[in-house]
């Protein structure tokens, strides 16, 4: 629970950052950090101003430390009321590279990207012609790419700000922002955990949407690849991959999964990435992530 903000109170902890007993400096740093967000302009200030290296450290760390435990907070609060909305999660996990993201202005751009798919959208249209236009807006309008896989992986196309800046993005923030705007517009179109690649799956539009997780196989109607346009395949196709990856066939290889579960699977990914990267740091932080939210 954050502490009522005092700004005397906060200013006079703040200033003994440097205390040497660290007993008392854990005391203070605690106090701190029960202030929470409210206490980052001032510790940002502080820092800017630091005179020495222990100084600037114990300061970085209290502001990544209060952005983390922030951030787990509103995850969790996410998991608990708002699961419904995958977006909100998006740009949640963004501020974890991106901490002032700017969350307002790139919801009006996912907004506007909905509105666009919308007045080209019509109920009469079949499967198959809704999915020719929602891939009209979102790859020839709206220009979104994916990253050739040849590149290595970028942490930055894992984030929603940076796929709105570049339009280039990998398969799963591609097939983030996909369903959301499908299912804005009552499209059910659900992620698909494939090992290795994360697909999408058009589901039989005939009955009222239902959860991802009430869905059979037999109620798939396609499936499609984000990464490459919204290029339609079949589940023959699923077989072929997976038996190229020399795994055992899952039949969640086939189904939809939840908001729920397409997080713990961006969680994963980052994880990996960072861990490839030698941020071991970041590394554990996103597997606490994981494991508060499992």
């Known amino acids: 629970m954050q502490a009522k903000v005092s700004e005397k109170e906060l200013s006079a902890l703040v200033s003994m950052i440097d205390e040497p007993n660290e007993v008392v400096f854990a005391t203070i740093r605690k106090k701190i950090e029960d202030y929470g967000p409210a206490a980052i302009p001032l510790l940002e200030d502080a820092w800017m101003n630091a005179f020495s290296d222990e100084q600037s450290g114990r300061l970085e760390e209290l502001i990544d430390d209060i952005r983390f435990n922030d951030l787990s907070h509103e995850l969790l609060n996410w998991k608990d009321k708002h699961q419904e909305d995958l977006l909100q999660a998006f740009a949640l996990l963004t501020r974890f590279r991106f901490p002032d993201f700017d969350g307002a202005r790139y919801m009006e751009q996912v907004e506007r990207l909905k509105r666009d798919a919308w007045l080209e959208m019509n109920d009469e249209l079949t499967a198959l012609e809704k999915t020719k236009v929602l891939n009209h807006i979102f790859y020839d309008v709206w220009g979104f790419r994916g990253l050739s896989p040849r590149r290595k992986i970028s942490l930055n196309s894992y984030f929603l700000n940076e796929l709105m ?130």
């Not at 196989?217 to 196709?237: C, P, Q, S």
């Not at 020399?246 to 699977?265: A, C, Q, S, W």
């Open 165 to 294: 800046d570049t339009k280039k993005g990998n398969a799963l923030s591609l097939g983030i922002l996909y369903t959301v705007v499908a299912q804005s517009l009552n499209i059910p179109v659900f992620g698909v955990d494939l090992p290795m690649h994360f697909v999408l799956a058009y589901m039989d539009d005939i009955i009222p949407v239902k959860p991802a997780g009430s869905y059979g196989k037999d109620e798939v109607l396609f499936y499609l690849n984000a990464m490459n346009k919204g290029a339609i395949f079949t589940a023959n196709e699923i077989d072929q991959f997976v038996k190229r990856l020399k795994t055992d066939m899952r039949e969640e290889f086939y189904l939809p999964i939840n908001n729920l579960g397409v997080v713990r699977r961006l969680l994963r990914e980052l994880a990996a990435v960072y861990k490839n990267e030698g941020e071991q740091g970041k590394t554990d932080e996103l597997q606490k992530l994981l494991a508060a939210i499992d």
